[in-house]
């Protein structure tokens, strides 16, 4: 995988893309990334990239052309035009089944705004992939690169240790990942749960999987509607859910 970000603020992205496990992954091959600074093409003898919008109003737009110029450059480079992400709150909310799709591409460029947005004219030209990692305003798209750059890069071949790590983390058939308990068996008072010691790796399993589906019904139960569950896996929802019920009752109930 090798991401390309269009940036103001190169240093930004190389610094939060360069430790722990992703700087890892570039050190050996897995992943690389070329952190294009949009002003080097700027037509202004001042290096500007931004100017007043037609219009009116507050702020300033980044210009087309210095943006376009930056794509360019990318896409002469490899050789052919990749998807182009840019990181808006505009944009469909970024999740699971689209950080698998991007772990497919062999290219991803993201293409990180500033000021009050991007000149439409060049993200009609060029943009593929319009994502908001959620529903609030950050002041550029460096951030949001950097949280789907590692979303995705988890599911780049070799990037994890355990090769296992990435398919069963959380939404893994759309459900939250179960607790998860490590060393000593007893801390201030509080034991693991007999099953994870008694290596019946069947009943480990089922274990896993009800919490998963007992913390997503409590935490985020719309993912519920789109969970890959198994027939007895329904029947315990069904279980959980008459049980919530009963615990708390309607309003004209009490």
Not at 140 to 159: K, N, Q, Y
Not at 221 to 249: F, G, H, T
């Amino acid at each position: 995988m090798h991401y390309h970000v269009l940036t103001l603020f190169p240093e930004m992205i190389e610094q939060g893309m360069g430790t722990s496990i992703m700087g890892r992954a570039m050190e050996q091959g897995l992943i690389r990334l070329t952190a294009t600074n949009i002003r080097d093409f700027s037509t202004n003898k001042h290096m500007k990239v931004d100017d007043y919008p037609y219009g009116g109003g507050a702020g300033m737009v980044m210009q087309a052309e210095p943006v376009y110029g930056a794509w360019k450059q990318v896409t002469e480079s490899i050789g052919y035009k990749p998807r182009v992400i840019y990181l808006t709150p505009q944009g469909k909310v970024f999740q699971q089944s689209m950080v698998e799709d991007f772990a497919r591409e062999q290219d991803l460029v993201f293409l990180c705004g500033h000021y009050e947005g991007i000149d439409e004219r060049v993200l009609e030209e060029v943009v593929t992939d319009y994502v908001s990692i959620g529903d609030y305003v950050l002041t550029g798209g460096e951030l949001p690169a950097l949280v789907m750059m590692d979303a995705i890069s988890r599911f780049v071949p070799g990037v994890l240790n355990n090769e296992e790590s990435a398919e069963f983390d959380s939404f893994h058939d759309n459900l939250l990942e179960y607790p998860q308990y490590s060393r000593p068996a007893e801390w201030m008072g509080k034991k693991v749960p007999d099953v994870l010691l008694s290596g019946h790796h069947a009943n480990i399993e089922k274990w896993r999987r009800e919490q998963s589906i007992l913390r997503t019904l409590h935490n985020r139960p719309e993912l519920l509607e789109d969970a890959v569950l198994s027939k007895k896996e329904k029947q315990y929802l069904e279980q959980l859910r008459r049980n919530m019920a009963q615990e708390d009752p309607s309003p004209c109930e009490k």
